[in-house]
């Protein structure tokens, strides 16, 4: 079966940083691409950021780009989200998921695993 649980949120002041991991069990996921959404109280969830089963290519919301950063380490079955320069609208849920795919999915509606989120909480 399979289990992505997601670490690493919680509170910090404007201007900090947080990683977020994300680890996988229940199968080898090689060949999984990995996205990173976010939902905020009262709004949609929305993308944040994905990357390519090979590490590759990687794909950023506008919102994100320039700070935060996805990785992956594949012998881990871990995915990461380096977030720098945190903004008090950068708080909510943060979720992980995985697909398998050759491109860099960017919409909730292509990944087919997810955890269960960490909250991210920003103060101004």
């Known amino acids: 079966q399979v289990q992505l649980v997601e670490s690493g949120g919680g509170l910090v002041q404007a201007g900090g940083s947080l990683r977020l991991s994300c680890v996988a069990s229940?199968?080898?996921?090689?060949?999984?691409?990995w996205g990173w959404f976010r939902q905020a109280p009262g709004k949609e969830r929305e993308f944040v950021a994905a990357?390519?089963?090979?590490?590759?290519?990687?794909a950023y919301a506008i919102s994100a780009k320039g700070r935060f950063t996805i990785s992956r380490d594949n012998a881990k079955n871990t995915v990461y989200l380096q977030m720098n320069t945190l903004k008090p609208e950068d708080t909510a849920v943060y979720y992980c998921?995985?697909?398998?795919?050759?491109?860099?999915?960017?919409?909730?509606?292509?990944?087919?695993?997810w955890g269960q989120g960490t909250q991210v909480t920003v103060s101004s």
């Open positions: 990357i390519s089963w090979s590490g590759g290519s990687t």
């Open positions: 229940g199968r080898t996921f090689r060949r999984y691409a």
């Open positions: 998921a995985a697909v398998i795919a050759e491109n860099v999915p960017t919409t909730q509606f292509e990944y087919a695993y």
